[in-house]
């Protein structure tokens, strides 16, 4: 008996701690969040750079055959929302889909608003990935995401067990060898430190319970 009155003692201490974000908090986040990563795009644009998964795919296209970023980057990520919506639900679905949206949309207005006299391709590289890192955090908290390939990984390891890490890896590292007979070398070299920044805002703060509010 006793037991049982810690267990429901530990459940309701550990519901105190969650938070449950408003409509209003996720929509803000939302538009946060795609704000700083086409920030980080615009930089990445304007110096040659790309990055990893569907937005890497994009600036490939945008760079190769001229496309529009922000619809390549919409029509990319088409596919991969039936897997979303069997591997995560309804609700995340349509949060990436905004999310993707309005990262399509906004990656084409931002360049009209923001304009680089100069910009050192290292500062572009770095800040543009810790701005896309930043963006990112925000959506995650707020469960969306910008679709694409970390789905595509989730299912691969659900249907066939391949790790998704690797599979993301591997997808990265497909990207980024394609991009040298596209890109100058030096380029992918800085595209490869911006991934790095990219990922280090994610590491040091998409931790296990470092953050407490759901959606």
Same mark, same amino acid.
């Given at each position: 008996? +006793?037991? #049982?009155?810690?267990?429901?003692?530990?459940?309701?201490?550990?519901?105190?701690?969650?938070?449950?974000?408003?409509?209003?908090?996720?929509?803000?986040?939302? @538009?946060?969040?795609? %704000?700083?990563?086409?920030?980080?795009? %615009?930089?990445?644009?304007? %110096?040659?750079?790309?990055?990893?998964?569907?937005?890497?795919?994009?600036?490939?296209?945008?760079?190769?055959?001229?496309?529009?970023?922000? =619809?390549? /980057?919409?029509? &990319?990520?088409?596919?991969?929302?039936?897997? $979303?919506? =069997?591997?995560?639900? =309804?609700?995340?679905?349509?949060?990436?889909?905004? +999310? *993707?949206? @309005?990262?399509?949309?906004?990656?084409?207005?931002?360049?009209? =608003?923001?304009?680089?006299?100069?910009?050192?391709?290292?500062? $572009?590289?770095?800040?543009?990935? /810790? %701005?896309?890192?930043?963006?990112?955090?925000?959506?995650?908290?707020?469960?969306?995401?910008?679709?694409? *390939?970390? !789905?595509?990984? @989730?299912? @691969?390891?659900?249907? /066939?067990?391949?790790? $998704?890490?690797?599979?993301?890896? +591997? &997808?990265? $590292?497909? !990207?980024?060898?394609?991009?040298?007979?596209?890109?100058?070398?030096?380029?992918?070299?800085?595209?490869?430190?911006? #991934?790095? #920044?990219?990922?280090?805002?994610? +590491?040091?703060?998409?931790?296990?319970?470092?953050?407490?509010?759901?959606?």
């Amino acid at each position: 008996m +006793a037991s #049982a009155r810690s267990d429901g003692s530990q459940v309701e201490d550990l519901a105190a701690l969650i938070v449950r974000h408003r409509l209003w908090e996720d929509a803000l986040a939302l @538009l946060t969040g795609t %704000a700083m990563v086409a920030l980080g795009i %615009a930089f990445y644009g304007h %110096a040659g750079l790309l990055t990893g998964g569907t937005v890497g795919l994009a600036f490939l296209l945008k760079y190769l055959l001229g496309w529009s970023f922000g =619809w390549a /980057f919409f029509l &990319i990520n088409l596919p991969f929302y039936a897997l $979303a919506i =069997w591997r995560m639900g =309804w609700m995340f679905t349509l949060r990436t889909l905004c +999310a *993707v949206g @309005l990262v399509s949309w906004l990656a084409e207005l931002t360049p009209q =608003w923001v304009g680089f006299s100069r910009l050192n391709p290292l500062y $572009a590289a770095l800040f543009g990935g /810790f %701005a896309m890192g930043l963006g990112l955090l925000m959506l995650f908290r707020h469960r969306a995401s910008l679709g694409g *390939v970390n !789905i595509l990984a @989730l299912f @691969l390891q659900e249907r /066939f067990g391949l790790r $998704a890490g690797k599979v993301q890896m +591997a &997808i990265d $590292a497909a !990207i980024v060898l394609a991009a040298l007979f596209i890109v100058p070398a030096d380029k992918v070299l800085l595209s490869v430190l911006g #991934a790095l #920044a990219l990922n280090m805002v994610l +590491a040091i703060n998409h931790r296990a319970g470092r953050y407490r509010g759901v959606s």
